[in-house]
């Protein structure tokens, strides 16, 4: 069997344990020569697929104390998407723009749902970083971890965790290929405050349609900033 069907085949295999195992994140893994007898695979293959493992956030080595399941966070996903971005932009390709499509079809489709029965405490949550913004817009800079913040908070009313993670995936992606790549402006941050004020009086309100037609403009600046040229 070639080397690298090998390690896919080894990291099937301890992948298959975790789930029949019934391990969740920070669980203790066999050790390298527990899994070499289990596997009937020789040790070189086991530490080649621990190591891919770890690279995908699967599994986590504490070196000098075993192997443990790892967080199975985005985070491969976050760098993989964003280093592609990279890589386009630099072709001449609207990568940037792309991304942002994808975050904007993603908040609008969810607000409208949200805005039907957003509890009070987050509500009160966003009314907070709302207020925090106009701070910060005053001060010349919305900051970007009130942003991530805000964006966070809006869909923890649905309960749904990869969502979030999804969501947050492609925030953080499209901000890190633009701080590195992009040399348009950025927005105004009292228009920003601005928008994100009005995203949480149409919630307040009760009012899907507007609230998704706020996100839209939300939306409207960064579209131009990074709409394709020609």
Do not use: C
């Not at 386009?88 to 969810?110: K, P, T």
């Not at 942003?147 to 649905?158: E, G, I």
């Amino acid at each position: 069997m070639p080397r690298g069907t090998m390690s896919e085949d080894v990291q099937g295999q301890i992948k298959q344990l975790i789930l029949a195992r019934r391990l969740v994140p920070g669980d203790a893994l066999p050790t390298e020569a527990e899994l070499v007898q289990l596997l009937d695979v020789s040790r070189n293959s086991v530490r080649e697929a621990l190591k891919a493992l770890q690279a995908m956030r699967i599994v986590e080595i504490r070196h000098g104390f075993g192997t443990y399941v790892g967080s199975l966070s985005l985070d491969p996903f976050v760098e993989g998407v964003a280093f592609r971005a990279a890589v386009r932009h630099h072709q001449g390709e609207a990568s940037l723009y792309e991304l942002m499509e994808v975050r904007e079809a993603l908040e609008a489709g969810l607000i409208g749902a949200v805005a039907s029965g957003l509890p009070a405490e987050d509500l009160a949550v966003l009314h907070g970083l709302v207020d925090r913004m106009a701070e910060e817009a005053a001060a010349g800079r919305v900051e970007v971890l009130t942003d991530r913040s805000f964006h966070l908070a809006l869909y923890r009313s649905l309960g749904n965790h990869l969502l979030s993670e999804v969501l947050d995936a492609f925030w953080d992606a499209l901000r890190r290929v633009r701080d590195d790549f992009d040399g348009s402006p950025h927005a105004d941050p009292l228009q920003t405050w601005q928008q994100h004020r009005e995203i949480v009086a149409a919630l307040e309100a009760g009012d899907g349609d507007r609230a998704v037609e706020a996100m839209h403009r939300h939306f409207d600046g960064l579209r131009e900033r990074l709409r394709p040229k020609g």
